[in-house]
């Protein structure tokens, strides 16, 4: 039987996508090995998903644990989530990010080519465009300049997986490049379950929501846009896993596509603030704080090409993006944690 193997699986947008693809009748081992989830997420999306699916403990840089999995099962295509994600930890520790987000692909990239396995996709980040792209952003773009670790590590595997697919045209890469994911499935059970105080927008609103946090530090609120404060291109998870499925289901003809995973919309921080507490009632204290060094005033995703190609859009509105992670919030005020293990500081 011919499986999905998803690296990375137990996290935030892995977790998500596995659950679609077992909705979509594809089997799927997960291999991770939860330095940032958990085996509770993983008994959760079985839950949802109403079957099982394998999993197996382990690190993408371990190329002979690797090796075994794919002994063991008969894979068609990986799909690669496995890698670190915080922008202020690469700035700390590149060599950590080096390691584990292009080592670790690389060591999975040697074990496919072993194996004969050369159908990859791969979970690259707008950051790739860099701080003087153009709006809206557009696959056909260079690399832009990025401005820490973590970005220039995706651009770096995005570079290897160029040069491998010119090397071996039996090579099938899709690259989707994510935008702003938010949001939780629907029931609730799964969602974004950041360690300590969150550095990303949605997480921080919905810990202040919840009273976790006191308020919310609005980074800037003089950038050249509307009202303001950044805009970005946020889409809901769940739009985001649906993406990936298309993306599984579907061959490219060259050895590497790109495909911009976004809804094409902007939103202020301003906006996403007034629509939360418009949609769930709660309010949001916030104050006004300093810029963050290497944040960019708007991005957004021109998504022709995933809607022309892959035949995917975006369709849970924002409403439905802040109800979801406001949900998953309070069903779960320690994430999978029972107990509030960590304290949270919002010095
Ligand atoms: P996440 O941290 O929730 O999930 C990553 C998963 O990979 C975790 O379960 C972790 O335990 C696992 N992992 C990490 N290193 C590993 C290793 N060496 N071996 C095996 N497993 C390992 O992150 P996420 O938000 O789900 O992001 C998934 C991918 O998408 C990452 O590559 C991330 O860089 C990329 N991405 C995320 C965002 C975002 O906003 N969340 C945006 C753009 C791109
Ligand atoms: C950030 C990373 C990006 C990474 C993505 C997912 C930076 C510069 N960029 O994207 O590389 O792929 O997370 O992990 O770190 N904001 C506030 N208050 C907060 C938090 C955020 O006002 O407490 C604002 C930010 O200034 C930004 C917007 O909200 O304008 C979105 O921030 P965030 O959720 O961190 O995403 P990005 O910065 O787009």
Known sequence: MKMILVTGGAGYIGSHTV?????????????????????ECLRRVSLIAGRNFEFIEGDIRDTAKLSQVFDDFEISCVVHFAGLKSVSESIENPLKYYDFNVGGTNSLLSVMSKKGIRRLVFS???????????????????????????????????????????????????????FNPIGAHESGLIGEDPLGVPSNLMPYITQVAARRLPHLPILGNDYE?????????????????????????????????IFNLGTGKATSVMRMITEFERVTKVEIPTAIAEKRPGDLPQVWA???????????????????????????????????RTEDSEKLDCS
């Open 19 to 39: 659950l679609s693809l077992l909705g979509h009748g594809y089997d799927v081992v997960v291999y991770d090995n939860l330095c940032n989830s958990s085996y």
């Open 124 to 178: 690259s980040s707008a950051t790739v465009y860099g701080e003087d792209a153009p709006v809206p952003c557009v696959e056909s773009m260079p690399h832009g300049k990025m401005t820490n670790p973590y970005g220039r590590s995706k651009a770096m595997v995005e570079d290897i997986l160029s040069d491998l697919a010119k090397s071996d045209e039996d090579w099938s890469i899709t690259i989707l490049r994510y």
């Open 225 to 257: 846009t509307s009202d303001g404060t950044c805009e970005r291109d946020f889409i809901h998870v769940m739009d985001l896993a649906q993406g990936h499925v298309l993306a599984v289901a579907h061959e490219p003809k060259s050895g590497v596509d």
């Open 302 to 336: 021109d998504i022709t090409k995933a809607r022309e190609v892959l035949g995917w859009e975006a369709k849970r509105s924002l409403g439905q993006m802040l109800q979801d992670a406001w949900r998953w919030q309070q069903k779960n005020p320690f994430g999978y």
